[in-house]
């Protein structure tokens, strides 16, 4: 069955980084657009970033932009998510999900089980 698992989150000092895997377990990254997405407690899951798995174009939503970098693995079969400058708005869970292209329109139901992340001093 095809999933996807989320990594790496923990709890970081306001202006650390962070990064964050995602792991295709069942079927191979390669040829798939992933996006990451996160949704803080009582808000609206927000989509980040997502890269195409045709061409490796990127998206970047405008709250991270120029923080965030996203990348794919192709022998690890993971997409990274690097997290630097972050701030205490920046706590969420993380999700990563299949994408349609370098879009946060989600297909299908490949969402994960997410990963926490906490920016706190």
């Known amino acids: 069955q095809a999933q996807l698992v989320e990594s790496g989150g923990g709890l970081v000092q306001p202006g650390g980084s962070l990064r964050l895997s995602c792991t295709a377990s069942?079927?191979?990254?390669?040829?798939?657009?992933i996006g990451w997405f996160r949704q803080a407690p009582g808000k609206k899951r927000e989509g980040l970033s997502a890269?195409?798995?045709?061409?490796?174009?990127?998206y970047y939503a405008d709250s991270v932009k120029g923080r965030f970098t996203i990348s794919k693995n192709k022998p690890e079969n993971r997409v990274y998510l690097q997290m630097n400058s972050l701030t205490p708005e920046d706590t969420a869970v993380y999700y990563c999900?299949?994408?349609?292209?370098?879009?946060?329109?989600?297909?299908?139901?490949?969402w994960g089980q997410g990963t926490q992340v906490t920016v706190s001093s």
């Open positions: 999900a299949i994408t349609i292209g370098a879009t946060m329109e989600v297909t299908g139901n490949s």
């Open positions: 069942g079927f191979t990254l390669e040829n798939y657009s």
């Open positions: 890269i195409s798995g045709s061409d490796g174009t990127t």
